[in-house]
Structures are given as C-alpha cells and as structure tokens.
Nanobody, 128 residues
Framework: QVQLVESGGGSVQVGGSLTLSCAFAGYTYNYYCVGWFRQAPGKEREGVTSIYIGAGTTYYTDSVKGRFTISQDNAGKLLYLQMNSLKPEDTAMYYC?????????????????????WGQGTQVTVSS
C-alpha cells in the first residue's frame, strides 16, 4: 500500500515562508510525475507545481512562479514545497500527489486526471 504523508503546514503572516514535506511510504511505485495541489474553500482543487521525473522538468502555476520551489530528494522518497512571500490567496489545503501513468505532467503542469495517489493534505493559512 502506498502512502503519501504531508507535513509542514501551519499559519503564517503575509510575506512569510513555509516548507511542506511529503514522505512516500509503503510500496514503491515508479511514478512518472509528482507534485502539489491545493484547494481553497469553495474552489476546485488546482495544480500548484509538479516535476516530470524522467526529465527533471518542473512546472508552476502562474500565481506561484518566483515564490514557490518544488524539489525532491535523490532517493525519491521525499518531496518538498518551499513557499516564500506567502499571500492570503495562498490559503488552502495542500495535497501531495503522484502519477504512475507514463505521460503524466510530461509537457505541462499535472492535473487531477494525472493523479493515481494522493496525500491526506496539510492546511496552510496566510493571514494579513
């Protein structure tokens, strides 16, 4: 059984920083893409950033470019999201996600249909 376990969420003031972590535990899949999604109250879940593992290519949604950075450890067991210059509109539940289909997020940011495994989510709240 695969488990994606997020940590690092919390409350921060505008302009602050947080680092989210996601640990991949249990059965090891050969994921082709990994990344982070978020869902704010009353809104649809959206892709924030992803990595196409085969090429190491990273993608970001426009609203976080220059502020967020995705990274992965060499073993592929940990995924990180460094979030800087946080804004109130970044407030959401953040989900770690992984896709096992060969072309997921290959030339673009991951979307919901790419995902085969989800984490349980970690809350990020940015207050002014």
């Amino acid at each position: 059984q695969v488990q994606l376990v997020e940590s690092g969420g919390g409350s921060v003031q505008v302009g602050g920083s947080l680092t989210l972590s996601c640990a991949f535990a249990g059965y090891t899949y050969n994921y082709y893409c990994v990344g982070w999604f978020r869902q704010a109250p009353g809104k649809e879940r959206e892709g924030v950033t992803s990595i196409y593992i085969g090429a190491g290519t990273t993608y970001y949604t426009d609203s976080v470019k220059g502020r967020f950075t995705i990274s992965q450890d060499n073993a592929g067991k940990l995924l990180y999201l460094q979030m800087n210059s946080l804004k109130p509109e970044d407030t959401a539940m953040y989900y770690c996600a992984a896709g096992a289909r060969w072309n997921c997020g290959r030339f673009r940011l991951m979307n919901n249909s790419d995902i085969t495994h989800w984490g349980q989510g970690t809350q990020v709240t940015v207050s002014s």
